[in-house]
């Protein structure tokens, strides 16, 4: 394993995606993974990034990365 591991237990996979909590708003945050690990969040692979649920009334953000599709700019 290259990279940093998924945070579910018992997962071997690789992260890519890092979620972090915001509980005054009641929202998850899920974006790229984060350069460095943080204390207070989670990385994901790509299954447990897609499966991601939260609480009744929460919203779930999704930062994604655009990658160059090869249009002039």
């Known amino acids: 394993m290259d990279g ?7 997962c071997v996979a690789d992260a890519v ?4 909590y915001d ?11 984060s350069y ?3 204390p207070h ?3 994901l692979c790509p299954k447990h990034s897609e499966r991601l649920s939260v609480p009744q009334g929460w919203q779930v ?3 994604v ?4 599709l090869g249009f002039p700019a």
């Open 61 to 63: 953000v999704r930062h």
């Open 23 to 33: 509980y005054a708003d009641s929202m998850a945050v899920l974006g790229p993974l």
């Open 36 to 38: 460095t690990p943080e």
């Open 41 to 43: 969040s989670y990385d």
């Open 4 to 10: 940093r591991p998924c945070s579910k237990v018992a």
């Open 65 to 68: 990365v655009m990658r160059d």
């Open 17 to 20: 995606s890092t979620l972090t």
